[in-house]
């Protein structure tokens, strides 16, 4: 029968003593176990689990700016993480295209009610939401398809509002990227409030933030990084986390090609009168403000799976 050994600091010797129960210390700082390849095999599934159990998962705290100038120290208390597909056409193999992964630690203690909103969109569960009212239209065709719309997400209701198959829908670069504008069933429903506040600011490459309220619908901001974030960001939104993985996505998305036609007239375009330059910040999520396909993205970033991890 064949034999192994394994060597483990002090450290991890409760989780030892959980999954072999026998565990002989040789030196001070070094514990060995013996066991046949069988229970080496259930010894380090175990272990493999309790590494990636919250109990042995070490997450940093990150360091911000705040409003005052001074420095904050914001613990990650959660993490989710997104699978985005579109940035690359093919894999590495030419085998069909590529998913790219980011990973965002949530401040649970500086943002509790955002984070848990963020963590409900990013599980298979989802965000309960209810449906818009009705719409009323003078149009009886128009009237048709808001009552469609509106007995779809009756229909659908009491399943939870998830980013599954978003997208990301702006990217101004090196200022903003916007991620989870949900479509289909989802987009007749009420949009959360987020009412959090705190002092931290957008400073660092990779913070992670959501608008003040409930306008912003069901996305969330990435700040790139490679210039100023505006003033208008830090105003409006509230800092609840930051990449901690996949900032090299962050930069991939931060280049994408984008919609810009500077000094349109969009007012005419949308039935106004006057003449207007394309917003410089973007629209917010959920317009319908002809002008606000400023900076969308000219291919489609979808994020085909989400997750707590």
């Known amino acids: 029968m064949k034999s192994f050994m394994l060597c483990f600091g002090l450290a991890f010797q409760p989780k030892c003593n959980a999954f072999v129960g026998r565990v002989s210390p040789v030196r001070e ?63 590495e193999d030419g085998g069909g295209p590529t998913t790219s992964r980011i990973v965002i630690g949530l401040f649970g203690e500086d943002a509790p009610q955002s984070t848990s909103i963020l963590k409900q969109l990013a599980s298979s ?21 808001a009552n469609k719309v509106y007995n779809a997400c009756i229909e659908s209701e009491t399943k939870g509002v998830t980013y599954d198959l978003s997208q990301i829908w702006r990217v101004v670069q090196n200022q903003r990227i916007d991620v989870g504008s949900v479509s289909g069933k989802y987009i007749a429903r009420e949009y ?28 969330f901001v990435i700040f790139p990084g490679g210039g100023e ?31 810009q036609s500077a000094k349109v007239n969009y007012k005419v375009l949308a039935g106004g009168d006057q003449l ?19 900076f969308k993205p000219l291919k489609k970033l979808l994020i085909t799976k989400t997750g707590v991890v």
């Not at 209810?130 to 239209?137: F, G, L, N, S, V």
């Open 29 to 91: 700082t070094t514990t060995f176990i013996q066991m046949s390849e069988t229970s080496r095999r259930k010894f380090m599934n175990g272990v493999a689990g309790g590494l990636l159990s919250s109990e042995f998962i070490f997450w940093p705290d990150v360091t911000l700016a705040d409003e005052n100038g001074g420095t904050l120290t914001a613990k990650v208390t959660d993490k989710i993480y997104f699978d985005i597909k579109g940035l690359n056409s093919l894999g």
């Open 125 to 145: 569960e989802g965000l309960p939401a209810k449906c818009k009212p009705r719409e009323t239209r003078t149009l009886e065709r128009e009237q048709l398809e």
């Open 192 to 219: 959360p409030t987020f009412d959090d506040m705190n002092s931290l600011r957008h400073d660092i490459p990779g913070t992670v933030s959501v608008r003040r309220g409930n306008d912003g619908g069901f996305g």
């Open 229 to 259: 974030p505006t003033s208008d960001l830090n105003s409006s939104n509230v800092v609840v986390g930051r990449v901690l993985e996949g900032m090299d996505v962050v930069q991939q998305l931060n280049e994408v090609p984008v919609v």
């Open 276 to 294: 207007r330059a394309a917003p410089s910040r973007a629209c917010r999520y959920g317009t319908g403000n002809l002008y606000c396909n400023e």
